[in-house]
């Protein structure tokens, strides 16, 4: 498959992410709004209780119990609809920047798992890598040591290929010589144990 294809597949797929998370946002706030509603609606009943007769407050409290019960369902689709929301954008993120550094696909999975694994967000959703915002990131990562992950440009007409006319050097297997351990000891550790991960090698994380 060509890069270019690649990168339509990938486009699309964040193009579904992006709707999916504005979909997830109008569903927290009706819940949000639902869960306002519960409340004043369980207050209400409460303080209607305490001016009521013995039958009235039968059925009041009976009522104030399905408001709680109501509350309690509801605030837990809010946060599963958030816990959703979070995930979604934080995948639709890790996408986009792996989309416009031009990640290969065959190394995408490692390259995912990575980011993950260093990946954190805040109550905002907002998602930083390393501590660091994620544009900033992938901008020094991909001109270094995530260099090996992204595709040559293809102005040679032989093929993707450096300035020197060779391609990028990448691990693609565990390390026999010495220079493979050489490169494979000098990457960060987050990403050697997601190597060794993807090569089902657990003796050589960190």
Do not use: C
């Not at 416009?100 to 694994?117: G, I, R, T």
């Not at 991960?197 to 657990?202: L, T």
């Amino acid at each position: 498959m060509s890069t270019e294809n690649e990168n339509t597949e990938a486009n699309s797929e964040l193009t579904t992410l992006r709707k999916h998370n504005a979909d997830l946002t109008k569903d927290l706030k009706a819940l949000r709004a639902s869960i306002q509603q519960l409340e004043a609606d369980k207050e209400t009943a409460k303080e209607e209780a305490e001016n009521a007769s013995a039958d009235e407050v039968t059925r009041l409290k009976n009522q104030l119990a399905k408001s709680a019960k109501d509350l309690e369902a509801a605030t837990k689709r809010a946060d599963d609809a958030s816990k959703s929301l979070i995930t979604y954008k934080s995948e639709t993120e890790l996408n986009k920047i792996m989309i416009a550094n031009k990640v290969q696909s065959e190394d995408a999975p490692m390259v995912m798992a990575y980011l993950k694994s260093i990946m954190s967000v805040d109550t905002d959703g907002t998602v930083s890598l390393d501590e660091q915002p994620v544009e900033m990131f992938a901008k020094s990562y991909f001109a270094g040591a995530g260099k090996r992950y992204v595709a040559a440009p293809d102005n040679s007409g032989g093929g993707a290929a450096g300035n020197d006319g060779t391609k990028p050097s990448k691990i693609t297997q565990p390390p026999v010589s010495p220079s493979d351990w050489n490169t494979f000891d000098g990457l960060p550790d987050a990403e050697r144990n997601a190597l060794a991960e993807n090569w089902g090698r657990p003796d050589l994380r960190v």
